[in-house]
């Protein structure tokens, strides 16, 4: 038998669905659903709370509970805009030095005592350079020992697709953009960006099929070269 609570909650939330309540609107408040339903308060502020815990629902201390803004009940898709033509991009690996920083290996998921390869690349567009790569690899998927010619890891990708047959661009991954103001001198040389200028960092984390961290990489992208497209899917 269906609890009475997630009875409740499934029925607010086909109330929210269909637009009863829409993008901030105050919200029944728990003595709205004890009587609405003749249930208990435990009962009334679950429904509230699971619905909050969601992303439906969002409280202000001493005004109530309103519906969220957020679009958790909606396909919500994202898209890089590329501002150039690919077939003018290249790309020029700077390092790739084998490291052990704690920081870094916490992001990986690999114990104190394990060490991951740090690869530093550059791309540019007709000899622009606009994207500062810094990927961070468990060893695992790096052939060892390595090759004096750098160049062979200007695509990450198609060389660990060789050498370990795994497309790293179907595995599931988590990517945070956000636009930041730098004082790394290398970082706004390498970029040719002055301090003025805004650059978008990029931090992401793939993963292999038993979850473990396949990749974790942080770039920064020159402010006039970013565009991104957002589109939602009507429900």
Known sequence: MIP???????DLLAEIKKHKFIPGDKFYSEADI??????????AV???????????LYRIQGK???????KVSQSVKFSDIELHSLDKEKVKVLAIEEENHPTILKE???????SYYKIK??????????????????????????TKDLSTYA????????DFDIDLFSLSSVETDEIIFSDNSELLNLLQLSFREPVVKQVKHSYLADQSVAEYIVSYKHWKYFKTKIEVEAE
Do not use: C, M, W
């Open 64 to 70: 109530g509970t309103f519906v969220s803004k957020s």
């Open 121 to 146: 690349r550059v791309r540019f567009f007709e000899d622009v350079p606009f994207l500062l790569h810094i990927t961070h690899l468990p060893k695992k998927l790096v052939k060892e020992p390595l």
């Open 155 to 162: 695509s990450i990708y198609e060389r660990v697709r060789k």
């Open 108 to 114: 990986l998921g690999l114990p104190a005592n394990a």
């Open 46 to 56: 679950k429904a509230l709370n699971e619905l909050t815990t969601a992303g439906y």
């Open 34 to 43: 004890k009587q609405k339903y003749s249930v208990s308060s435990i009962t």
């Open 4 to 10: 009475k609570y997630e009875q409740i909650k499934q």
